[in-house]
């Protein structure tokens, strides 16, 4: 079955910078959308960016600038972030799934396979 296992998140301070890893195994990894998505407490999971097999990216307009999506060849996806601000705050997931709909990069919808979370906090 696909795992995803996220790593790399923690605490920084407000303009610090991560970089989350996710591994991803069970799966055809080069024909996969992956994606992140975040969720803060007593919010809905929400679109960070995604990156699809061709590598074209796609960011959330509260990210653009800042974060960086990329994958390899050893089944690693990567989400280097920049900038970092509160309201960044969150549990980050990693997530993969089957192009279907344009519209459908952008949602939970979209996506099969979860992580199981990495918990990012920036501090002001």
């Known amino acids: 079955q696909v795992q995803l296992v996220e790593s790399g998140g923690g605490l920084v301070q407000a303009g610090g910078s991560l970089r989350l890893s996710c591994a991803a195994s069970?799966?055809?990894?080069?024909?996969?959308?992956m994606g992140w998505f975040r969720q803060a407490p007593g919010n809905e999971r929400e679109f960070v960016v995604s990156?699809?097999?061709?590598?074209?990216t796609y960011y959330a307009d509260s990210v653009k600038g800042r974060f960086t999506i990329s994958r390899d060849a050893r089944n690693t996806v990567y989400l280097q972030m920049k900038s970092l601000k509160p309201e960044d705050t969150g549990v980050y997931y990693c997530a993969a799934g089957v192009y279907s709909d344009y519209a459908l990069l952008f949602s939970v919808r979209g996506y099969d396979d979860w992580g199981q979370g990495t918990q990012v906090t920036v501090s002001s």
């Open positions: 069970g799966l055809t990894f080069s024909t996969y959308v």
């Open positions: 990156i699809r097999s061709s590598g074209r």
